[in-house]
């Protein structure tokens, strides 16, 4: 190999002047680099959004429930006259509230107790128990030619029908605005109530109405009635 190059100057050598060896043919034109993409600016992120809000585990406190304005009290109409001139209104009586009265309240426990749960036997009780009461009457009125002095009428109730139960002399006495102090003073027939006691404090709420309480009884309501007893 290494001869064969050399026999190969030589030769080039001797025909220089023909120009056969001549300095080697140029290299192929290379093809020009295609041009590098161009790649566009890449558009500013958007800014960030304001962070959503996170709820929160602890629920809020809970607001206390507006409250309305209470109803101011209603009052009860008060006596537009003396209590003893309420008491002993001409032909006016005062019939009991047996249903707001203590009585009823105690034979139906008492009833209950009795009865043992059989609806007969407490309606008979409770039928009896409304037959002891007697007073369910009252009428106070003036009495002696001078109208100086008191009296008072008990009657027990029979349908239409009232029987006289006891009546006497009464005291009364005006210790307030609304109540009376009642003494008797003489008695004629069973005493229906007050039985251990001569004295009770009538209060008189309103025109219409008075109450007291009884040792035997309990509280005892009465309501006004007129042309109850005939005069």
């Known amino acids: 190999m290494r001869h064969a190059k050399l026999h190969l100057l030589i030769g080039c050598l001797l025909s220089a002047g023909t120009g056969a060896c001549s300095s080697a043919p140029p290299p192929p034109p290379t093809e020009p680099a295609a041009p590098a993409p161009i790649v566009p600016p890449k558009a500013p992120p958007p800014p960030a959004s304001a962070p959503v809000p996170v709820a929160s585990a602890e629920p809020p406190p809970a607001r206390a429930p507006s409250r309305e304005p209470e109803p101011a009290p209603v009052e009860s109409p008060r006596p537009s006259r003396s209590p003893i001139d309420i008491l002993t209104s001409p032909d006016t009586a005062f019939l009991i509230d047996y249903t707001g009265s203590a009585p009823l309240e105690t034979a139906r426990r008492t009833c209950a107790e009795k009865s043992g749960g059989e609806p007969e036997a ?14 369910d009457v009252i009428r106070f009125r003036k009495e002696g030619k001078d109208g100086s002095h008191w009296a008072w009428t008990v009657y027990k109730r029979a349908g239409n029908r009232l029987d006289e139960v006891t009546s006497g002399r009464v005291a009364l006495t005006e210790t307030s605005p609304s109540t009376v102090n009642l003494k008797l003073i003489t008695d004629k027939g069973m005493r229906a109530v007050l039985k251990t006691k001569r004295e009770a404090v009538l209060t008189v709420p309103n025109d219409y109405s008075f109450e007291f309480d009884d040792a035997d009884w309990g509280k005892l309501k009465y309501e006004a009635k007129i042309g109850l007893v005939a005069n």
């Open 122 to 135: 407490r309606a008979k009780c409770l039928s009896d128990a409304r037959e002891a009461f007697k007073a």
